[in-house]
């Protein structure tokens, strides 16, 4: 019963999340409201914690029987990867305007536009996945041991990243149109494949 409402929870955030993320809620904030667009971003991003910190809370405060357990080698590879991927967040994270992710540069510069006008720029992480942040988010949760409650949190953001990525590629093919498009045919999305990736010189040129 605990794992159903945790399952609940998670598909609640993740209904709510996606329709307040989505082009249609945006544009209709600010044509009823103009004046506050500019503070949607930052408003999204807070309530979006807010919401998600209590569910992952639950996830380890509820009690379950214990599904798997990294012993002995494993258990300090699983270690050694969680830390590879934080640092895979800090390094990422240099690439990004984070002033606009954030919210901060549109509230500043009085921009109705949430999202801003970010340009198609790829790091060295995008050209060997499209979506770094996800990969690196998947290998944090997956890397942990799992009682039934973690379990079904660590699904429930797996899914979350699969169809969130989706849905966020939509808006980007919206915003960059053929470059994205291009660089979806040549890059996977969630996990690196050795075949699929980009030259510097391949990146560059698509990011320009």
């Known amino acids: 019963m605990n794992a159903l409402w945790l399952a609940s929870a ?33 408003a999204f991003n807070g309530l979006s ?4 910190l209590p569910i992952v809370w639950l996830s380890y405060a509820l009690e379950g029987p214990l599904l798997w357990e990294w012993a002995g080698g494993w258990r300090w590879l699983s270690h050694g990867l969680a830390l590879a991927a ?66 079904v949190s660590t699904l429930a953001i797996t899914a979350y990243f699969v169809v969130g990525s989706r849905l966020e590629e939509k808006k980007l093919l919206a915003r960059h149109g053929d470059a994205y498009r291009r660089y979806m045919e040549r890059v996977p999305g969630l996990l690196p494949l050795p075949w699929k990736t980009l030259t510097r010189e391949e990146a560059k040129t698509l990011g320009q």
């Open 10 to 42: 998670w598909l609640a955030f993740v209904l709510l999340h996606s329709l307040f993320a989505s082009f249609a809620v945006k544009e209709w904030v600010a044509r009823r409201w103009p004046a506050a667009a500019s503070w949607y971003r930052l």
């Open 49 to 52: 914690l807010a919401a998600v």
């Open 86 to 151: 934080i640092a895979g967040f800090a390094a990422v994270a240099r690439w990004y305007d984070m002033d606009t992710f954030l919210g901060l540069r549109q509230i500043r510069e009085h921009d109705r536009q949430p999202d801003g006008n970010e340009g198609f720029r790829l790091s060295p992480f995008h050209r060997h996945v499209r979506h770094p942040w996800y990969f690196f988010g998947l290998v944090l949760v997956w890397t942990g041991d799992k009682n039934l409650p973690l379990l």
